[in-house]
């Protein structure tokens, strides 16, 4: 629960902190994440990042129109169940 952490303003940080409280080298996001994400200050505390490249993600069938990339991990849950795992062994690294 984030209220186990000391949770700082800036975000980079907020996020170092965390990754140093649990004692991981590693931190994964979204690739929208690149946008705001200090490598930089990643780096300078030994964690890595790394980011999700969904290019090779499978299309499914969603409830309402066209394939949409753009949406969270419950659309994928909601309209899959359990084969949802399926999907997301899929996902690459960049």
């Known amino acids: 629960m984030s209220s186990e952490f000391k949770l700082h303003e800036e ?6 902190n965390i990754c140093k409280d649990v004692n ?3 931190y994964y996001s979204g ?3 690149k946008s705001y994400m200090n490598e930089t200050m990643f780096a300078a ?3 890595n990042v790394h980011y999700f490249d969904y290019s090779s993600y499978p299309i499914y ?10 949406v969270s991990i419950l659309d994928l ?3 899959k169940g359990l084969e ?3 999907h997301l ?5 960049v």
């Open 61 to 70: 069938v969603q409830l309402y129109g066209e394939f949409e990339h753009g």
């Open 84 to 86: 949802s795992i399926k």
């Open 11 to 16: 975000r980079n940080q907020r996020l170092i």
């Open 89 to 93: 062994n899929n996902i690459k690294f």
């Open 77 to 79: 849950i909601f309209n």
């Open 24 to 26: 991981t080298t590693d």
């Open 31 to 33: 690739p929208s994440a």
């Open 45 to 47: 505390n030994n964690i």
